[in-house]
């Protein structure tokens, strides 16, 4: 059964830069697109994006000019990197696995508030 | 973007009733050539992250118990709970993963 566990500081300052990562256990890294996806405070579900252990990734034009994202293929884990964080970024961030050629999330992690305050 | 709009907002059940939420997409989510509907089904509780319930439109995640089920085709879609359950208090959320970037409905809340 696979694991997704996410680490990562829950509070940012205007401006800087939020890093999360999603480490992954119990199953393999290689044919699936790993994901985030946030929800704001009272509000729904947005696909952020997804990278591969390849490296390909697909991003959220929403997103685009401030995201980044990798992959660590020694230690299982992918991470996020979004720039500029404004406080429209608060929100619960779930990193997500969809096999590929899909785009349905099977698996998730347990879920990051991120809170962008100074 | 494919918008997803799904109605109601909310609803309320009673116990052992059958609960309908629908989902509709802006443009269809049919492929032709698999003759699958890229669409999926979430419930989604408090303090939990979302739980994958229903796949290419109407194939039952394994694990879900079996009154839930989804159905339809193209752009408009229903989440069936057909026999309601305390537990199935939650939001539901459709998904289309037919184009990037994938889109959620606004989610649906069903209480008791």
């Known amino acids: 059964q696979v694991r997704l566990q996410q680490s990562g500081p829950g509070l940012v300052r205007p401006s800087e830069t939020l890093s999360l990562t999603c480490t992954v256990s119990g199953g393999s890294t290689s044919n699936y697109y790993w994901n985030w996806i946030r929800q704001p405070p009272g509000k729904g579900l947005e696909w952020i994006g997804y990278?591969?252990?390849?490296?390909?990734?697909n991003f959220n034009p929403s997103f685009k000019t401030r995201l980044a994202m990798s992959t660590d293929t020694s230690r299982s884990q992918f991470s996020l990197r979004l720039t500029s964080v404004t406080p429209a970024d608060t929100a619960v961030y779930f990193c997500a696995r969809a096999h590929w050629g899909t785009g349905h999330f099977d698996s998730w992690g347990q879920g990051t508030l991120v809170t962008v305050s100074s | 973007d494919i918008v997803m709009t799904q109605s109601p907002d909310s609803l309320a059940v009673s116990l052992g009733e059958r609960a309908t939420i629908n989902c509709k997409s802006s443009q269809s989510l049919l492929f032709s050539s698999s003759n699958k509907n890229y669409l999926a089904w979430y419930q989604h509780k408090p303090r939990q992250p979302p739980k994958l319930l229903i796949y290419?439109?109407?194939i039952r995640e394994s694990g879900v118990p079996d009154r839930f089920s989804g159905s339809g085709s193209g752009t408009d879609f229903t989440l069936t709970i057909s026999s309601l359950q305390a537990e199935d208090v939650a939001v539901y959320y459709c998904?289309?993963?037919?184009?990037?970037?994938?889109?959620f409905g606004q989610g649906t809340y069903v209480d008791i």
């Open positions: 290419w439109a109407s």
């Open positions: 998904q289309q993963y037919y184009y990037t970037p994938w889109t």
């Open positions: 990278v591969n252990f390849n490296g390909n990734t």
